[in-house]
């Protein structure tokens, strides 16, 4: 099964992005919009394991800002974050520490953590999955530039091809 840790965004950035949605049509990703902390595939019987440990969590509030939009991904755009005291690399390091030993395919999840994990690590708001044309950056203006502050670790399952969320 394919797991997403990651965190949501305020309020009024999620708000901006579907405005923007439907301006720019741009496909809203699947899991709907978040800051990825780390995917992996584990086994669903080692789900009450997984929630265990990302429970274990600490979370302390963080604070973060979106600067730029980057491509991410097959087709993807993010507004990538600095994470202005290192909070969401922090949380993105206890993600992966707390679901190596859980993921089925280690070789898959350690060419991962190679390419985009630990050093290589990005924080950014996936937003859109498709979109056609040009993406006029000012548009985000009303999002980019502006302190918030990192929220707790949520969870999601891929099942049937459809994002879930698994309650922590």
Known sequence: MRYLAYIEPPDKVRKSLERLSDEYSFTTPGSGHHITLWGFSIKETRERELVRRLNSIEHIPSPYEFYSINPY??????????????????????????????????ALFNEMY?????????PHL??????????CVEAFESVMFKEYKSRHVKLAKKKNGVWQPVPL
């Open 73 to 106: 991904g097959k087709g993807s755009l993010g507004l990538t974050a600095d994470d202005l005291e290192g909070g969401l690399r922090h949380m993105h390091e206890e993600v992966v520490k707390n679901t190596a030993c859980l993921d089925k395919d280690k």
């Open 114 to 122: 190679e390419r985009i994990g630990g050093e290589n690590y990005t």
């Open 126 to 135: 996936t937003f859109a999955r498709e979109y056609e044309g040009i993406i």
